[in-house]
C-alpha cells in the first residue's frame, strides 16, 4: 500500500491541498480560495469557518483526482500563514474572526508595550523587532476592545492550528508559527514569562507547543466524515508557511539559505543560533527542525513590483501575451534582458508599500532615480527587476556582514520561474543561484516533509537535501557584477537621500 502524505497549505488567498509520496514526488493538488475582510486600512480578517471549509471540499477533491483511497493517506500536515490571533472558547468555537498577518491595527497597544518592556529586550527573546503585525499587538488589541473576548477565550491560535483542532479535536501550536507571535523564548522554546508578564496577557491562553513533526492526535469520525479521510489517520501540526519554505527548498543545515520570489519576497538561513542585527533589520523565526533557527529578511513589493510594472506600462505586452497564450512576465523579461545591466544607469526603489527589510519605514516610496530621454520601457522593466534585487542584496549583506557564510541560494516562489530573474540575482549576489524541481509547491512540500518525519516515513529533516531536486544552477556574469557593485552603494544612498521627502509626502 502506498505511503500518501497529504499536506494543506493555508495561505492568504486560499487553502492549497497537495498529495506526495514517499520519495517526495508531487502527486496531485488542489486549491480551494477564501475571503478576506478589510474594515478599514488598519483591519483585516479573515472567517476561521471557511478555512474549514476550505480544507473539507479540497481534500475531498484531492482524493477524487489523484485516483488513490484515503486509506493510502499515512498523514495529514500542515503549513500556515503566521503571525494572526484567533480566539478560541473551551468548545472550540470561534469568539472573533482570525485578525490574520496583514492586520495592523494594534499600533497603540505596540505604543504601550514600549513603555513596559525594552525593545531590545523583546528582540534578544523572540527574535522580532515589536510590531503591530505580530500577534501580541492583536492580542492586546482584542483585550481592550472586546474585553468579553479575551475573558472567554480559552486559546488564541494561528491558522492552522485551528484546523488541526477541526481535525483532532486536540488545541496546539508549533514552535516555527509561535515564533512569529513577539511572545516566544526561541532560545527556550517556550513561551517567554517574561514578556507575557510585562504585557499582562494571560499564559494559560496560549496553547501548548510542540515540534513542527510531532503527531497531535488523529482524524476523528466527524472529521473524517466531512473530509474523506479515514478515521484514526494521524495528524501532524507542520509548521508556520517561512519555515515550511524553508524546508522544501532543501535549506535544512547551516550555510544553505533561500530566496521566496513572490508579491512580496524574504531571504532566509538555517542557522544553529538566532541571529541579531546590531540595527534589526532582520529577524529570526523557529525552523521546523528542533534546534534550528530561521534568520530572515523580509521586503514588501517584489514581484508585487514587477507586477505594478506589467499593469502600469506593459499593456501592449499583456494583450499580446493573451493572443500568444504567453505569460506578459515572459515578454517583459524578453524586452528587459536586451538592456545592460544597470538599465544605463536607471534606478528603481521598489518601496511601493512603504517596506519592512532593511529600512523598516512604512513612508517609503516607489521612486524611478535618473531617468533620461534615452530610457525606453526596457530600460524601466528591468530597472524594476534590478531594484528589487538590490533591495534584497541588502537584506543578504545585513547576514553576510556579521560573517555568516552562505554556500549559495536557492530560488522558490512564482518568481523564480523566469530564468531572467534568476540570472540577474546570480551577478547581483555575486553568488551561485540554484532553482529547485517544486517552485510554487515548496511551502506544501515541507509540510509533507514533516509529517513524513512525524510518522516514520523519513528519518529526519535532513532527508529534504535528497528529497529535493535542483533542476536549474544559475552563476555571476563578471561585467554584471562590477555594475552592480557600482551601482549598490548609489541606491542605498538614493533612498537615504529621500527619507525626508518620503515623510513630507
Known amino acids: ?37 478589510f474594515l478599514d486600512s488598519l483591519s483585516v480578517e479573515q472567517n476561521p469557518e471557511d478555512y474549514w471549509e476550505a480544507v473539507t471540499i479540497s481534500t475531498q477533491r484531492l482524493i477524487k483526482k489523484s485516483g488513490f483511497n484515503a486509506n493510502e ?10 503571525m494572526g490571533a484567533l480566539p478560541i472558547d473551551t468548545d472550540g468555537k470561534p469568539l472573533h474572526r482570525i485578525l490574520i498577518w496583514a492586520d495592523r491595527r494594534g499600533v497603540n497597544e505596540v505604543n504601550w508595550v514600549k513603555e513596559r518592556i525594552d525593545e531590545d529586550q523583546i528582540y534578544k527573546i523572540s527574535g522580532h523587532r515589536l510590531s503591530p503585525n505580530y500577534s501580541m499587538a492583536k492580542i492586546l488589541w482584542l483585550k481592550n476592545n472586546y474585553p468579553d473576548v479575551y475573558k472567554n477565550t480559552r486559546y488564541f491560535l494561528m491558522a492552522k492550528d ?22 516566544f523564548d526561541l532560545v527556550k522554546e517556550t513561551w517567554s514569562d517574561e514578556i507575557l508578564d510585562a504585557v499582562q496577557i494571560d499564559p494559560a491562553k ?31 501540526i507542520g509548521g508556520g508557511d517561512g519555515p515550511c519554505a524553508a524546508a522544501g527548498a532543501g535549506v535544512v543545515r547551516e550555510g544553505q539559505a533561500y530566496n521566496y520570489l513572490g508579491s512580496s519576497a524574504w531571504i532566509a538561513l538555517a542557522s544553529k543560533s538566532p541571529f541579531y542585527d546590531r540595527e534589526k533589520r532582520n ?3 523557529h525552523h521546523l527542525s528542533k534546534g534550528l533557527f530561521m534568520p530572515t529578511g523580509t521586503m514588501q513589493a517584489a514581484g508585487g513590483s514587477y507586477q505594478w510594472c506589467r499593469d502600469a506600462i506593459c499593456e501592449r505586452e499583456k494583450a499580446l501575451a493573451c493572443e500568444l497564450g504567453l505569460s506578459p512576465y515572459d515578454l517583459m523579461n524578453l524586452k528587459a534582458s536586451k538592456i545592460p545591466a544597470g538599465a544605463e544607469n536607471l534606478l528603481f526603489l521598489p518601496y511601493l508599500l512603504g517596506e519592512r527589510a532593511p529600512w523598516w519605514n512604512p513612508h517609503a516610496r516607489g521612486t524611478f532615480i535618473g ?85 516514520g516515513i523519513f528519518p529526519g529533516f535532513d532527508i529534504a537535501e535528497k528529497l529535493i531536486e535542483i533542476k536549474d544552477s544559475y552563476q555571476p556574469f563578471p561585467e554584471d557584477v562590477k555594475t552592480y557593485d557600482r551601482l549598490y552603494p548609489v541606491f542605498i544612498q538614493a533612498y537615504k537621500s529621500l527619507i525626508q521627502v518620503f515623510d513630507c509626502l
Not at 73 to 82: E, L
Not at 166 to 174: C, E
Not at 208 to 227: D, F, H, N, R, W
Not at 414 to 432: D, I, K, P, T
Open 162 to 183: 485551528y484546523i488541526v483542532y477541526r481535525l483532532t479535536g486536540n488545541f496546539a501550536s508549533d514552535y516555527s508559527d509561535a515564533s512569529g507571535t513577539n511572545l
Open 283 to 285: 529577524f529570526t523565526f
Open 73 to 82: 493517506i499515512a498523514v495529514v500536515s500542515f503549513s500556515g500563514q503566521q
Open 371 to 455: 531617468l533620461t530621454a534615452r530610457h525606453r520601457k526596457p530600460h524601466m522593466i528591468r530597472a524594476v527587476l534590478e531594484g528589487v534585487s538590490f533591495n534584497l542584496r541588502i537584506i543578504l549583506d545585513a547576514f553576510r556582514e556579521q560573517g555568516i557564510e552562505i554556500e549559495n541560494m536557492r530560488v522558490i516562489g512564482g518568481g523564480a520561474r523566469g530564468a531572467f530573474w534568476a540570472q540577474v540575482l546570480s551577478s547581483m549576489f555575486n553568488m551561485e543561484i540554484l532553482r529547485p524541481k517544486y517552485l510554487e509547491e515548496a511551502t506544501s512540500l515541507g509540510a509533507a516533509i514533516a509529517g513524513g518525519v512525524g510518522v
Open 206 to 236: 496560549l496553547p501548548p507547543l510542540y515540534a513542527s513533526s510531532e503527531v497531535i492526535g488523529a482524524v476523528t469520525p466527524e472529521a473524517a466524515q466531512e473530509t474523506g479521510l479515514v478515521p484514526g489517520t494521524p495528524v501532524v
Open 1 to 37: 500500500m502506498a505511503k500518501l502524505i497529504l499536506a494543506h497549505d493555508l495561505g492568504t488567498t486560499g487553502n492549497k491541498a497537495t498529495l506526495f509520496d514517499e520519495n517526495g514526488c508531487l502527486i496531485s493538488s488542489d486549491f480551494f480560495g477564501y475571503e478576506t475582510y
